[in-house]
């Protein structure tokens, strides 16, 4: 088993498993740490748990309990499968809410609400969305409680305090994207707890606290292309992207061209714009 932690933060982590154990081989106890939701995104296993066995397909989700011993088998699957997987503070999971025997079910089927949110985890995951790995992880948590409890959340109104709130917490992520922020960063400046401010943050303002970092500096990133002669790979880190190839491929993403094919396109418009100027 290969496991690759990709996110750690205070109320949630994300790890990449990756087991590469084939029939025959002799299982072993574990014990889960924490509560943790575990969505398999490739291959099957089996899994025994509280005296229940259960066979997970590509799009089961694995359920942890704390303290709750399990063994995996493979006797009767193909060889190798994978698990994006989430592990949940108490805080988080009192927050979240539901039955409380949500998270003693051992494992969910695939679920068609569960299985497009898996994949779009996996997605934050490589890189490939301008959601947060840790938003995607409250919401995936958020959305097996409810698939599991057969519980539907009532909307409930906006307050004027709460909508300030929200303002208020974009303009500061708005000053500072240069800067590493995550969601209990952004949080904490809300004064709220991350599950409660993600919910709030995209239901006034229509994206999430992630979404909205990533287009400011992208905003950012797209003046000075047009108005600076920076490098390009100075850009991606000025403005708060820690990796070249993710501002490139995001920035084509937002805007249909290269880094490279939007200054020249920027600057080609100016030129055509001071040659007008000059003939009249």
Same mark, same amino acid.
């Given at each position: 088993?290969? &496991?690759?932690?990709?996110?750690?933060?205070?109320?949630?982590? #994300?790890?990449?498993?990756?087991?590469?154990?084939?029939?025959?081989?002799?299982?072993?106890?574990?014990?889960? $740490? !924490?509560?943790?939701?575990?969505?398999?995104?490739?291959?099957?296993?089996?899994? =025994?748990?509280?005296?229940?066995?259960?066979?997970?397909?590509?799009? *089961?989700? +694995?359920?942890?309990?704390?303290?709750?011993?399990?063994? !995996?088998?493979?006797?009767?699957?193909?060889?190798?499968? @994978?698990?994006?997987?989430?592990?949940?503070?108490? @805080? +988080?999971?009192?927050?979240?809410?539901? &039955?409380?025997? $949500?998270?003693?079910?051992?494992?969910?089927? %695939?679920? %068609?609400?569960?299985?497009?949110?898996?994949?779009?985890?996996?997605?934050?995951?490589?890189? &490939?969305?301008?959601?947060?790995?840790?938003?995607?992880?409250?919401?995936?948590?958020?959305?097996?409680?409810?698939?599991? *409890?057969? &519980?539907?959340?009532?909307?409930? $109104?906006?307050?004027?305090?709460?909508?300030?709130?929200?303002?208020?917490?974009?303009?500061?992520?708005?000053?500072?994207?240069?800067?590493?922020?995550?969601?209990?960063?952004?949080?904490? =400046?809300?004064?709220?707890?991350?599950?409660?401010?993600?919910?709030?943050?995209?239901?006034? +303002?229509? #994206?999430?606290?992630?979404?909205?970092?990533?287009?400011?500096?992208?905003?950012?990133?797209?003046?000075?292309?047009?108005?600076?002669?920076?490098?390009?790979?100075?850009?991606?880190?000025?403005?708060?992207? =820690?990796?070249?190839?993710?501002?490139?491929?995001?920035?084509?993403?937002?805007?249909? $061209?290269?880094?490279?094919?939007?200054?020249?396109?920027?600057?080609?418009?100016?030129?055509?714009?001071?040659?007008?100027?000059? +003939?009249?």
């Amino acid at each position: 088993m290969v &496991r690759t932690t990709l996110l750690k933060h205070r109320s949630i982590s #994300v790890s990449d498993f990756r087991c590469t154990a084939t029939p025959g081989e002799k299982p072993f106890t574990e014990q889960f $740490a !924490c509560h943790s939701v575990s969505y398999v995104r490739k291959g099957s296993f089996g899994c =025994q748990s509280r005296g229940r066995s259960f066979d997970l397909v590509t799009g *089961s989700v +694995l359920v942890g309990f704390p303290g709750d011993e399990y063994v !995996c088998t493979h006797d009767h699957h193909i060889c190798g499968d @994978e698990c994006l997987s989430f592990f949940l503070e108490p @805080e +988080l999971v009192e927050t979240i809410g539901g &039955r409380a025997d $949500a998270w003693r079910i051992g494992a969910a089927p %695939p679920l %068609p609400e569960l299985m497009v949110l898996g994949e779009l985890a996996q997605t934050a995951a490589d890189g &490939r969305s301008d959601i947060g790995l840790d938003e995607v992880g409250h919401v995936f948590a958020s959305r097996f409680v409810d698939a599991v *409890s057969d &519980r539907t959340r009532k909307a409930a $109104a906006i307050k004027t305090r709460d909508r300030r709130r929200a303002v208020e917490t974009a303009q500061w992520i708005e000053a500072n994207s240069h800067r590493p922020i995550d969601l209990d960063d952004a949080a904490n =400046q809300a004064g709220l707890s991350p599950f409660h401010f993600l919910r709030l943050f995209s239901k006034v +303002l229509g #994206v999430t606290p992630h979404q909205y970092l990533v287009r400011s500096r992208l905003r950012h990133a797209a003046r000075l292309l047009a108005d600076e002669d920076i490098a390009i790979t100075d850009i991606a880190y000025d403005v708060g992207f =820690q990796d070249l190839s993710n501002f490139v491929r995001t920035f084509h993403r937002a805007a249909g $061209a290269s880094p490279t094919a939007f200054r020249d396109a920027a600057r080609g418009k100016r030129k055509i714009l001071q040659e007008s100027l000059a +003939l009249n």
